[in-house]
């Protein structure tokens, strides 16, 4: 299995900040890293598929970058709305993978 | 609008059977794989099996390989989760969702989920 971890496992920041997190694969995936956003006692929302694209409906200041093995979601102007989990996905094996979270708060 | 609502989660003892289902609508379901991925309380999200439109294939984690089958029907639009020889270790809620259109393996819509708890 592809395993996926992620950096920081959580962070601080406040509104207006630009954060960074990091997701690294256990082996090449390509392009096919997903990112998803969580809030408590809510499913997940997609953000960004296929490393850098946007999903329609999702603010302009997410973004996604990175290929390979190591990736990188930036939140832009983070926005008090932002506090959640964050996870990464890979989808180059059928089998699914996630990372373990990053947890954002705002303070 | 697309929609994906879970139904069937309660609590079953250890070593029981249960059935949850995901019932969908605001979109032609038989055009689409679809998945299911859990939770455990305060714990990160862990795929659980996929089921390509069609139903002729699935894929399951290892954890939970002989123990659960996911099935669907396309004519109810209508995904099944039966897991059997249930544990405590597969308390968690269950998330049904859809994989985006263009092959990128991808969730593109999540249902609310359902809760599943196993405890004697």
């Known amino acids: ?107 | 609008e697309v929609q994906l609502v879970e139904s069937g989660g309660s609590l079953v003892s250890p070593g029981g059977s249960l059935r949850i289902s995901c019932a969908a609508s605001g979109f032609t379901f038989s055009d689409y794989n679809m998945i299911w991925v859990r939770q455990a309380p305060g714990k990160g999200l862990e795929w659980v099996s996929s089921i390509i439109k069609s139903g002729s294939s699935t894929y399951y984690t290892d954890s939970v390989k002989d123990r659960f089958t996911v099935s669907r029907d396309n004519a109810k639009n209508s995904l099944y989760l039966q897991m059997n020889r249930l544990s405590v270790e597969d308390t968690a809620v269950y998330y049904c969702a859809r994989l985006g259109r263009a092959g990128g393996g991808y969730f593109d819509y999540w249902g609310q989920g359902a809760l599943v708890t196993v405890s004697s």
């Open chain 1, 1 to 107: 299995d592809i395993q996926m971890t992620q950096s920081p496992s959580s962070l601080s920041a406040s509104v207006g900040d630009t954060i960074t997190i990091s997701c690294r694969a256990s082996q090449t995936i390509n392009i096919f890293l997903n990112w998803y956003q969580q809030t408590p006692g809510r499913a997940p929302k997609l953000l960004i598929f296929g490393a850098s694209s946007l999903q329609s409906g999702v603010p302009t200041r997410f973004s996604g970058s990175g290929s390979g093995t190591d990736f990188t979601l930036t939140i832009s102007s983070l926005q008090p709305e932002d506090s959640a989990t964050y996870y990464c996905q890979q989808s180059y094996s059928a089998f699914f993978t996630f990372g373990p979270g990053t947890k954002v708060d705002i303070k």
